[in-house]
Each structure stands twice: as C-alpha cells, then as structure tokens.
C-alpha cells in the first residue's frame, strides 16, 4: 500500500487492517500492542482512545470477519433458487474460502481458543455461531424437513470441522467432500419426513 493511501485512512481503518492481518496470521495472543501500531503506523495512544484496550481490538476484528462471512455467505445463498440448493450454497462458500492461499481457518473459533470464557473474543464466537445455526435451520425449514433444528445442528458441526481441518492444511478435497456430506444429510433428513408423513396418513386413515 502506498504511503498516499495509508495517510487517507483513518487511525482505526489502519489499526483495524493491521489487527487483521496480524490477528490472523498468527494469533490474538502472539501479536502485541506494539507491533500492530507499527504495522498501522500510527501512536500508541491512537489505539487505546479508538478502542480503550487490545480486547476491544479484538472485539472489532472478529466483528469485521464475521460480518464479511456473513455477506459472503449471504451472497451465495441468494444466488440460488431452490431450497436444497441454498443450504448447500453455505458449503461451496466454504469450498471456496478453505483454498485460498491465506486461509487460517474460523477467525472467531481461532480466537476463542486462546481466550478466556466471557472475553470479547469468546462471546463474539458464540453470537457468530448462533447466527450460523440461525441461518441453516432457517434454510432447513425451507426445504422442508420434520425437525430443522437437527439437520442444522448436524449441518453446523460438519461447517466447523472442515474449518479445523483446513486449518491444518490444504487439502482440495475437503470441500467437495464436505458438500457432498451435506447432501447426504439433507436426504437422510428428507427420507425421515417421507416416513413420518406416511405415518401419518396411515393413522388417520
């Protein structure tokens, strides 16, 4: 980036994309106060009258990665029609998102590993996982299935074990393969809706 562009953005655009990077790259813990102000190139007390301590820089930087994994996944979702097709949307998202070369997996679930619970990190984890949950029941009940919440809370734990095993290395396979669970559990969850159905009707007839 050049200087030109650095001195148009403002102290917290700066420390916030030094947080970024640095956070991500090697860890909330690891990185100190001292070296994201002089990758943001700003004061120290720049920091501390933007955000008033290193765990509301936290706060700010996993707020700013859960909300563009929101977008992100929001975006791919509305692409897409038919219900079954949006809920595996949020796997090829995350298809794509496990081969880029910076890939370090979950931001937030990186973080909270570190963290304390009731830290900012912890409880910025905890509102991005309910809102994922949120999402993919919502789709869930779209397709639909007799018991949303559980095809979701399924859904939701293969979403976080790719982001671990991703973290521990590249691997191109990971993401078709974790799409194609996802399919294999929507039809599992879609043939218990047939049967209960029929049940059903054979009670009542």
Sequence with gaps: MSPQVTE???????????ADELFYEQGIHTVGIDKIIERAGVAKASLYTTFGSKDELVRAYLEGRDEARRARLLAAIDRCEDPIDRLLAVFESLSESVLRPTFRGCAMANAAAESDPGSPASEVTLAARRWMLDLLTGLAAAIPVTDPDELALQLCLLYDGVNVQSRLGSDSTRGPAATAAARTLIAAA??????????????DA
């Design 8 to 18: 148009h953005r403002s102290a917290r655009d700066r420390l916030l994309a030094a």
């Design 190 to 203: 879609r043939a218990r809706t047939r049967g209960s159905r029929r049940s059903s009707a054979k009670a």
